[in-house]
Nanobody, 115 residues
Framework: QVQLVESGGGLVQAGQSLRLSCAIS????????MGWYRQPPGKERELVAG???????KYADSVKGRFTISRDGAKNTVDLQMNDLKPEDTAVYYC?????????WGQGTQVTVSS
């Protein structure tokens, strides 16, 4: 059974940084794409950052220049480095992966940014 487990969320002040990590059961290279999504309170889930198996990255306009997605093939993890956090980044962050036509989600981790 494929599992994605997020960690690293928390409460920070505006301008600070956090690093989220997604641990994947099995090889990360079996996933066509991996990504981080977020769902702010009362809003729909949205893509924050994506990474293809070929290493191509994609970012939401609101996080470009501040967030970086990366993977570690040895550890089978996908990380999201978040710098210069803003109150509008407050959300539940979810790890996502597409493998063999199936979409997998983690349970989510809360990120709260105070002003």
């Amino acid at each position: 059974q494929v599992q994605l487990v997020e960690s690293g969320g928390g409460l920070v002040q505006a301008g600070q940084s956090l690093r989220l990590s997604c641990a994947i059961s099995g090889s990360i290279f079996r996933f066509v794409t991996m990504g981080w999504y977020r769902q702010p309170p009362g809003k729909e889930r949205e893509l924050v950052a994506g990474l293809t198996i070929g290493g191509v990255t994609k970012y939401a306009d609101s996080v470009k220049g501040r967030f970086t997605i990366s993977r570690d093939g040895a550890k089978n993890t996908v990380d999201l480095q978040m710098n210069d956090l803003k109150p509008e980044d407050t959300a539940v962050y979810y790890c996502n992966g597409l493998r063999a036509g199936a979409v997998y989600w983690g349970q989510g981790t809360q990120v709260t940014v105070s002003s």
